[in-house]
């Protein structure tokens, strides 16, 4: 019953998306912070930041949330990528080496352990030599 009712209730509203999990998250870690260090000023942000998050989860102007969370997602996905990329060439730091090529500044990974080889850039064609 209580479900039928919240299905209804959540009919022609925006509902949850990227945008609306990034400020849920930032309150939350923005409400710890507060009860940490004990400063009203954050205890209020976390508060207009979870306000925001509900406001934009119950909205009925779909089309505007909709153009929020692409403005969003256009500054987030490049943070992200950084540290995803960061992370990933740690992880295969042990069997590859990372060279940027000296023409397009593009970056290669090259197999380690295989002495001095010539690397050839997929993007430029560019050839140079290095010690793996």
């Not at 939350?28 to 930041?49: D, E, F, N, P, Q």
Request: hydrophobic fraction near 45%.
């Amino acid at each position: 019953m209580i479900r039928n009712w919240l299905r209804n209730f959540m009919i022609g509203r925006y509902g949850p998306d990227q945008l609306y999990i990034a400020l849920f998250l930032s309150a939350v870690i923005v409400g710890i912070l507060s009860g940490l260090t004990g400063l009203g000023l954050l205890h209020i942000l976390a508060y207009a930041l979870l306000i925001f998050a509900m406001f934009r989860f119950l909205s009925r102007n779909i089309t505007r949330r909709r153009l929020e969370n692409d403005r969003f997602l256009r500054l987030w996905w490049p943070v992200r990528n950084f540290f995803v990329n960061r992370f990933k060439r740690l992880r295969s730091m042990k069997t590859h080496c990372f060279f940027k090529c000296p023409a397009c500044k593009n970056l290669l990974r090259v197999p380690r352990g295989k002495g001095r080889i010539q690397i050839t850039c997929p993007r430029c064609g560019e050839r140079f030599e290095r010690k793996t």
